[in-house]
């Protein structure tokens, strides 16, 4: 079973970057896209990006918009949201998620398989 573990999280100030890494067990054909998810405490999961695979589709929260973008790297099965001037709104536990079915959604119960999360805190 695909296997997803995401790095790179921790503690900024506001305006400051930070770049998450989705490591995965396995790219194949049968994934379609892979996303950016996060949950602030006492609020639900949101999509924050998304991109497919086999080729450059991609879709962005407002929120984040201009400030954060989605890339990936099929040959190292990795894929990355570099973050960047972050606000304490942006806090929260950050997840990736993959998607089988064709389409890049951002609407977290679209995908299948999810890895464990990396907070993300945003505070002076």
């Known amino acids: 079973q695909l296997q997803l573990v995401e790095s790179g999280g921790g503690l900024v100030q506001p305006g400051g970057s930070l770049r998450l890494s989705c490591a995965a067990s396995e790219i194949t054909q049968d994934y379609y896209a892979i996303g950016w998810f996060r949950q602030a405490p006492g609020k639900e999961r949101e999509g924050v990006s998304c991109i497919s695979f086999s080729d450059d589709i991609t879709y962005y929260a407002d929120s984040v918009e201009g400030r954060f973008t989605i890339s990936r790297d099929n040959a190292k099965n990795t894929a990355y949201l570099q973050m960047n001037s972050l606000k304490p709104e942006d806090t929260a536990v950050y997840y990736c998620?993959?998607?089988?079915?064709?389409?890049?959604?951002?609407?977290?119960?679209?995908?299948?398989?999810w890895g464990q999360g990396t907070q993300v805190t945003v505070s002076s």
């Open positions: 998620a993959v998607r089988l079915g064709v389409g890049v959604p951002l609407g977290p119960y679209e995908y299948d398989y």
